[in-house]
């Protein structure tokens, strides 16, 4: 065993065992009942705190929230939802907010308070912002490199086939540093599934990334979409390495039909992302996880151009996911946390994630019994650590 360099005393761990958990080089080298590890020149004492591992915000959008610039009121679209409306009063919104880098450190900095510590955002690339957005979210990634992991995606908000250029500004963004590639309603948004996908795998393959589609496709389309991105995965060998966000299509189904897709998804190692949306229909969570399906969440937009919620906490967001799937049992709030700690790291293929002995000693204290009150609850007053250093307190950032 390591020599232990920080000392975690009585720490309440997800099974109601109080333990003390040893620290070295930023990972967890000892876990032990409490009282039963000693020696290590520094102790913090957890106090009988639930203690968990990081939350992984699994979806969001640092270059498009105005979380902490003024307050934009949010603008209906004039003949129901429709993206390219919403798109056009983003760009409208963007021209006069704070500058990027300053809205995007606020919203890491309410991430990262919440006990996020392990992200994945979409960065907007297209004919008219070409790479500018990615250059300053890579920017801020370096800056906040020691308190967050973050993963880029090169997100086409504007389409592929509709922005001329985009298809070589993905693989532009890939090169220069995003870890994914992304794609926008292949059906609805390009018209043309094949055309699209063909440009999203096709940058995959070339570069040697994964896939995480935006795909808000209702009903049959939105379901056929996610059957072909599956065949995509599998052909390429990209299981594990490919998410499909939103995937609204997988809440119209009914149930057998939806077993059958979910078991295809599965198989082909895809994983979903939802935040548990307003008030339309979202994937059935329960009903997906037990075909073996990996469900995963994020906060996605936080006061911008789409809506005006969003809190940057991840265990209000599996109080949502829990809220609006019904759950009630232990058992099925114990899912709800997962879709927030274990499945998002799963998703962005997470190394060291958990606590366990030689996980990452990224974790959370929560006032709470257990898991299950933890996620009803929703308890504030947390300590954040990122490698065994105290990074946030009381929601705010300990510099
Ligand atoms: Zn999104």
């Known amino acids: 065993m390591a020599e232990i360099e920080t000392l975690f005393t009585r720490a309440k761990l997800a099974d109601g065992s109080l333990n003390d958990i040893g620290v070295a080089g930023g990972r967890i080298v000892a876990i032990a009942p409490a009282g039963a590890l000693a020696g290590a020149a520094l102790q913090v004492d957890i106090a009988g705190a639930l203690l968990v591992p990081a939350f992984v915000e699994g979806h969001i959008h640092l270059d498009t929230s105005f979380y902490g610039d003024k307050w934009i009121p949010h603008k209906p679209c004039t003949n129901g939802f429709d993206v390219h409306e919403r798109v056009a009063f983003q760009a409208q919104n963007m021209a006069s907010a704070a500058p990027m880098d300053e809205r995007a450190r606020k919203q890491l900095e309410l991430c990262v308070s919440n006990g996020s510590l392990q992200m994945r955002s979409h960065v907007m690339v297209d004919d008219s912002v ?207 946390f997962d879709v927030v700690t274990s499945a998002g790291a799963k998703a962005l293929g997470l190394e060291g994630y958990g606590i366990a002995i030689g996980a990452r000693a990224d974790f959370v204290t929560l006032a709470a019994e257990h898991v299950p009150e933890a996620v009803v609850a929703v308890p504030k007053g947390r300590r954040v650590f990122k490698a065994g250093r105290l990074v946030a307190e009381n929601g705010a950032l300990v510099r």
């Open 130 to 336: 070409g790479l500018k957005s990615l250059e300053t979210i890579l920017g801020i990634r370096e800056e906040y490199c020691d308190i967050i992991d973050i993963q880029l995606v090169a997100f086409p908000q504007s389409g592929i086939l509709k922005s001329p250029g985009t298809p070589e500004l993905l693989d532009e963004a890939v090169a220069l540093g995003a870890d994914l590639v992304g794609g926008l309603d292949p059906a609805s948004f390009d018209r043309d599934i094949d055309g699209h996908l063909d440009v999203v795998f096709g940058v995959a393959e070339k570069r040697g990334v994964g896939v995480d589609i935006h795909l808000h496709d209702f009903g049959s389309l939105g379901a056929f979409t996610v059957e072909e991105i599956c065949a995509r995965t599998v052909a390429l060998g990209l299981q594990g390495k490919v998410a499909i966000s939103h995937a609204y299509g997988l809440g119209d189904l009914d149930a057998d039909a939806a077993r059958r897709i979910g078991a295809k998804i599965a198989a082909a190692g895809v994983s979903i992302m939802t935040n548990a949306p307003g008030d339309h229909v979202f994937p059935p969570v329960a009903l997906l996880r037990a075909e073996g399906v990996n469900v995963f969440a994020g906060n996605d937009n936080i006061r911008d151009s789409w809506w005006p919620y969003g809190d940057g906490d991840m265990l209000a967001r599996a109080m949502m996911i829990g809220y609006r799937s019904g759950f009630y049992t232990d058992e099925e709030l114990t899912a709800a």
